[in-house]
């Protein structure tokens, strides 16, 4: 199958490799230049606009503002081939993924929302998560590809926005529990229970999973080099948050983990680790980063 890319960020590039490792050909399209030696296989080209020239086209950009930019500006939905699939793996909008669900339908081309869980080490490892929702035809006809990408593909549905509803309910959670588990610092570390003797404690007790163990880890050792950028974690807080203004709700910890990130970002740390911002509470409002030693700590 002929197959198109467009954003090779460090998540993008490993789910394009991979899709060359099942055999498919890939073209593949980046805002900014990429080297050839980190996409082995997928053939780079000059324009957006080249890489729609495909039975598919993967999107994985950063937010609303770059996919409008880069596939409705330019009008690469009106010049695509009919019967072209557009499948959407960024964490976008449900407003904007309702609006392009209509723009797709109009232009005669298939459209499926596709946001995915995981980390770039999780994305090279085909190992995602992937949430897929949209017309059942479109669904079946990329699942193989899908496929290649993950562990398990979690249908959704027929309407494209659950995916991205789905998706950013996923990650306010995670938010909620990286503030969770920092407020629980805040209190056992003030009577002198060290956090590590804390979290073994509360995985072994009451929450096992993979976001306590990963993130109850770098609080531990105050390690925050970025898997998930603070900075984009306050994006999807904020899309979060318009959706749940869309029917009228006000979800009291949601507000509380943006403002959160907030802090965060605006504080200089929007670069690292959105996990970072538990290094904020735990510390009154403040932080900095971490000293080499500190960084190293095994506990």
């Known amino acids: 199958m002929q197959i198109g890319f467009i954003g090779l960020g460090s998540m993008g590039a490993a789910m394009a490799r991979n899709l060359v490792k099942a055999s498919h050909d890939v073209r593949a ?67 904007f993924a309702r609006e392009l669900e209509l723009l797709h339908q109009e232009a005669g081309l298939g459209y499926v929302s596709a946001p995915v869980l995981g980390r770039p080490n999780v994305a090279a490892s085909g190992q995602l998560n992937i949430l897929a ?31 991205n509803a789905a998706k950013l309910a996923c990650n306010m959670m995670i938010a909620m529990a990286i503030e969770a588990m920092a407020e629980g610092v805040v209190l056992t570390e003030s009577i002198g229970l060290d956090r590590a003797d804390f979290f ?19 609080i531990t050792d105050r390690s925050f080099e970025p898997g998930f950028k603070a900075k984009l974690a306050l994006k999807d807080m904020r899309l979060a948050i318009e959706a749940s ?50 960084s190293e700590k095994k506990h």
Do not use: C
């Not at 509360?202 to 163990?213: D, M, N, T, V």
């Open 29 to 95: 399209w980046n805002r900014s230049k990429v080297a050839q030696d980190n996409v082995p296989g997928v053939i780079l080209v000059d324009r957006a606009a080249d890489a729609f020239e495909a039975d598919a086209v993967f999107t994985m950009l950063s937010d609303d503002p770059a996919i409008r930019e880069v596939i409705l500006d330019a009008g690469l939905l009106a010049s695509a081939q009919p019967g072209l699939i557009h499948v959407v793996t960024s964490t976008i909008s449900v407003a």
């Open 200 to 218: 073994e404690l509360i995985l072994g007790a009451l929450f096992s999973g993979r976001a306590y163990e990963r993130y109850s880890a770098q």
């Open 133 to 163: 929702a949209g017309k059942a035809d479109a669904v079946a006809a990329v699942q193989p590809l899908l496929a290649h990408l993950s562990k398990k593909v979690w249908m959704l549905g027929e309407d494209p926005a659950r995916a």
């Open 245 to 294: 203004n869309e029917i009228g709700r006000t979800l009291p910890m949601l507000e509380a983990v943006r403002d959160g990130l907030g802090k965060a970002v605006s504080a200089g740390l929007g670069e690292k680790d959105w996990s970072i911002m538990a290094d904020m509470t735990v510390r009154g409002g403040s932080s900095v980063a971490p000293s080499e030693d500190e």
